[in-house]
T-cell receptor, first 118, second 117 residues
Framework: AQKVTQAQTEISVVEKEDVTLDCVYETRDTTYYLFWYKQPPSGELVFLIRRNSFDEQNEISGRYSWNFQKSTSSFNFTITASQVVDSAVYFCALSEARLTGGGNKLTFGTGTQLKVEL | DVKVTQSSRYLVKRTGEKVFLECVQDMDHENMFWYRQDPGLGLRLIYFSYDVKMKEKGDIPEGYSVSREKKERFSLILESASTNQTSMYLC????????????????FGPGTRLTVT
């Protein structure tokens, strides 16, 4: 069975600090996908990134960066120079890669509430 | 942009009522999903559908059913609402992998906060 663990329930930082959100996953599949989503106070989940299991390159997008390490089954998310608008719940998710039948279910972690204060 | 809409943002129903939650997507996605979100539990998959009239149970299907008569619409039905079904319900859609091994991002609607009294 697949499992995603986000051990940090809540993180509080002061604006401009860097913050890393941890994500550890478990799967028996050799081909799988990892995702991060942001859920601001408005409630709608916003897709941030998708990464497949064969691509261990780190990715940077503006102030956001992701570190994928298969050796430790981790896919951590760092926000550099955090801003108040980054305050949200962040979810890490894992998906199998199904050849037939579609579906591509996501298994979500329990989320990390990030609070960025002035 | 992908647009996923849900029929209501807030809904209050009484125990025992039959409840319909509607979801519509406008991007011709094959896959559609229903989740519930509860504090401390993250998102849990109730049902999903990978084609019209096709459905599969997710992790917590008990007490729920679904209907997908048209590609763009996926309905979640609570046959007899109970107080433990008070929750945030989220609908999502995604492209199908087709014949390949891939998994695409899901796009979510704004959610329906259902209260059963």
């Amino acid at each position: 069975a697949q499992k995603v663990t986000q051990a940090q329930t809540e993180i509080s930082v002061v604006e401009k600090e860097d913050v890393t959100l941890d994500c550890v996953y478990e799967t028996r599949d050799t081909t799988y996908y990892l995702f991060w989503y942001k859920q601001p106070p408005s409630g709608e989940l916003v897709f941030l990134i998708r990464r497949n299991s064969f691509d261990e390159q780190n990715e940077i997008s503006g102030r956001y960066s992701w570190n994928f390490q298969k050796s430790t089954s981790s896919f951590n998310f760092t926000i550099t120079a955090s801003q108040v608008v980054d305050s949200a719940v962040y979810f890490c998710a894992l998906s199998e890669a199904r050849l037939t039948g579609g579906g591509n279910k996501l298994t979500f972690g329990t989320g990390t509430q990030l609070k960025v204060e002035l | 942009d992908v647009k996923v809409t849900q029929s209501s943002r807030y809904l209050v129903k009484r125990t025992g009522e039959k409840v319909f939650l509607e979801c519509v997507q406008d991007m011709d996605h094959e896959n559609m999903f229903w989740y519930r979100q509860d504090p401390g539990l993250g998102l849990r998959l109730i049902y999903f559908s990978y084609d019209v009239k096709m459905k599969e149970k997710g992790d917590i299907p008990e007490g729920y059913s679904v209907s997908r008569e048209k590609k763009e619409r996926f309905s979640l039905i609570l046959e007899s609402a109970s107080t433990n079904q008070t929750s945030m319900y989220l609908c999502a859609s995604s492209l199908s992998a087709g014949g390949g091994m891939a998994s695409y991002e899901q796009y979510f609607g704004p959610g329906t906060r259902l209260t059963v009294t």
